[in-house]
């Protein structure tokens, strides 16, 4: 079956938000971790390198013209950097796939083969396949200044996954297998719901201890929120914060930079990156070079060794899953409406933007909806 989008603007084609967010984000958003990505490796010849933090903006204009103007149109109209970097990694991969024809020529029929490939050669998701078209018409149209025509291609097959979930027990086997610092970090992903980089990028000024509330500061899309901070990790972090005042005190002694901050925000207050509040609640042991600045600073401990060590502990506690620091946030989900709490409160604690996203958890409930029982139960033996 082959679908036309001809008609994007009112139909298929998703104009980014004022935000800036990622067109067709939500429709995988309870899914954004390391689980059930479709990352189409067959186009990843002149792809964007990822960076942890975008690179001083007037560093950083691209190097073919079509991706000079792809930056500046996303730029005028003040997208985050994830969906600058996003649409620019579409358009090289797109590039690519042109071979020796610039993305100048390109043509409805070149998004529409490529969009093809996703979906026949690579398998990718319903939401890559968005994704994907949406940055190639904002390309085309928005930043080359030329409509791309009618964009026939084959749709990619709808994927319907529930997320894993651990039990209560098993949550409290994988921590007993956790210590220190990794068992914190850890409970405090499952006790708050958080993702993996909203955990790794939490800094002093984001905890209420008083009050019992964790405030997520441009979690994903650029959305702020507040959410539950577990009152048994309330003492354990209060110890845990008069240790980073110690860390604090001998950096500052060493004469280390301050750590890194948002560019505008570096701008407007140059020496904030030294003050105790800004500080990573999870800093690395060791100081290093950042890979954008080249400043020699304290960075937030690295996402590989904290993902590494939860499967690990799953291993030891004997737990039969794929086991990820975000199959934490899909428990916390989970277990709170198997605890009774009302959809539209953990739809906010999660920072979803859609209740519809939320409602993935209701299938891996322990007993949906009024309370299903299997048949095999109600046969006496």
Request: glycine share 8%; with cysteine.
């Amino acid at each position: 079956m082959r679908a036309e989008a001809g008609q994007h603007e009112s139909h298929t084609v998703d104009p980014p938000s004022e935000a800036g967010k990622v067109p067709g984000e939500k429709q995988h958003e309870c899914l954004e971790s390391n689980e059930h990505e479709d990352a189409p490796g067959a186009l990843r010849a002149g792809s964007v390198r990822r960076l942890d933090h975008p690179p001083l903006a007037v560093g950083d204009q691209g190097w073919a013209d079509w991706e000079r103007a792809l930056i500046k149109a996303a730029r005028e109209r003040g997208f985050l950097w994830r969906t600058e970097s996003t649409y620019r990694e579409w358009a090289a991969k797109f590039a690519a796939f042109l071979g020796a024809r610039s993305p100048y020529a390109a043509t409805g029929e070149d998004i529409g083969a490529f969009l093809s490939q996703l979906a026949v050669t690579l398998r990718a998701s319903p939401a890559t396949q968005k994704q994907a078209l949406n940055a190639l018409v904002f390309l085309i149209r928005d930043a080359l200044q030329h409509e791309p025509g009618k964009i026939a291609f084959q749709r990619a097959g709808p994927k319907v996954r529930v997320p894993t979930v651990l039990s209560r027990e098993e949550c409290q086997r994988l921590f007993v297998q956790l210590e220190g610092t990794t068992r914190m970090m850890a409970e405090l992903a499952y006790g708050a719901g958080l993702r993996l980089m909203e955990l790794l990028r939490l800094r002093v000024h984001h905890l209420d201890l008083d009050r019992q509330q964790l405030r997520v500061l441009g979690g994903k899309g650029d959305k702020d929120r507040m959410t539950v901070l577990p009152s048994s990790l309330v003492q354990p972090l209060r110890g845990h914060i008069e240790r980073l005042r110690v860390l604090h005190a001998e950096d500052r002694a060493a004469g280390l930079p301050g750590v890194w901050l948002p560019e505008g925000l570096a701008r407007k207050y140059p020496k904030a990156g030294v003050s105790w509040e800004w500080q990573w609640l999870f800093p690395s042991r060791e100081a290093s070079v950042d890979p954008v600045t080249g400043i020699w600073r304290r960075h937030h401990l690295s996402d590989n060794p904290f993902q590494d060590a939860i499967r690990k502990a799953a291993r030891r506690a004997g737990i039969d899953k794929r086991v990820t620091p975000h199959v934490l946030r899909h428990s916390f989900a989970t277990h709170l409406l198997e605890s009774g709490t009302d959809i539209r409160t953990v739809q906010e604690l999660l920072g979803h933007e859609s209740v519809e996203t939320t409602q993935i958890y209701l299938h891996v409930m322990q007993k949906p909806g009024v309370g299903v029982r299997s048949p095999l139960d109600q046969i006496e033996k």
